[in-house]
């Protein structure tokens, strides 16, 4: 079981121009065989490894790749949000298992197909394929640029920028309580967690951001005071 609990038409969705533009000249018999998908919190929505048997088009909700290790740690290092697709890869390059594990971290809503009626949808729809096709370059382009920059900074601008990414994508009322291990930290950032701790307690020093039971919170201001940290080190 995937924790899915409510599969519907969504003829009666209210879409964004984005979403609406890829699906207004969606042909009958594809948006027959699509259905809506609701997902509880917590929820694994597709696992790595397993059969790539359908694409999902976020419509609303938050989820999160995780990165699995046999030691059984486990990481998040990207989050999907509307209108991101998901397995459109694995549909495209014709790989027939997920690249990785998607979990619901809210309440969430897409769209599912069979890769197959995605792929037929791609044939028959120029808009669509267009569409598709900018999403995904943009949201590949943002990444290799990310992955550049990421390269030759030290380890307290990747920690800085670690943090201002995860206050954007995950505070709460202004607030980010970060629930990742520092072994986590030090395998998205790319040092070791001895590097990581001297970050910090270097940040912490400096009231960039706070320690509650040796968990990192951020909050509002010490989010601004991140990012004007941030903009002075990159100048």
């Known amino acids: 079981m995937l924790g899915i609990y409510d599969v519907t038409s969504f003829n009666e969705l209210t879409l964004s121009a984005p ?10 018999a594809i948006r027959n065989a699509a259905s809506r998908v609701t997902l509880r919190k917590d929820s694994i929505l597709v696992k790595a490894n397993d059969p ?5 088009l976020v419509l609303s909700g938050r989820m999160e790749a995780l990165a699995e ?6 990481y998040s290092f990207t989050e999907f949000t509307a209108f991101d697709i998901i397995g459109e890869m694995e549909a495209i390059t014709g790989d027939s298992h997920y690249a990785v594990t998607i979990k619901a971290q809210t309440t ?6 069979s890769k197959e009626t995605f792929l037929d949808w791609m044939r028959q729809s120029p808009d669509a394929s267009f569409t598709l ?8 382009f943002s990444q290799i640029k990310t992955d550049r920059n990421f390269l030759f900074l030290d380890a307290i601008d990747r ?3 670690h943090l201002i990414a995860c206050y954007q994508k995950r505070s709460v009322d202004s607030t980010l309580f ?3 291990t520092r072994q986590q930290i030090a395998d998205e950032i790319g040092f070791c967690t001895k590097t990581v701790n001297r970050c910090v307690k270097r940040l912490s020093q400096k009231g960039y951001l706070t320690l509650e039971r040796n968990k990192i919170v951020v909050n509002k201001e010490q989010y601004e005071k991140l990012t004007a ?4 080190q990159s100048n």
């Open 133 to 140: 096709c900018q999403l995904v370059t943009k949201k590949l």
């Open 159 to 161: 920690f800085v920028l």
């Open 19 to 28: 979403v609406r533009q890829m699906l207004q000249h969606m042909p009958e």
């Open 108 to 113: 969430c809503k897409t769209i599912r197909m």
């Open 229 to 232: 940290l941030n903009i002075r």
């Open 52 to 56: 790539s048997d359908y694409v999902y």
């Open 178 to 180: 970060l629930k990742s």
């Open 69 to 74: 290790y046999s030691s059984g740690i486990n």
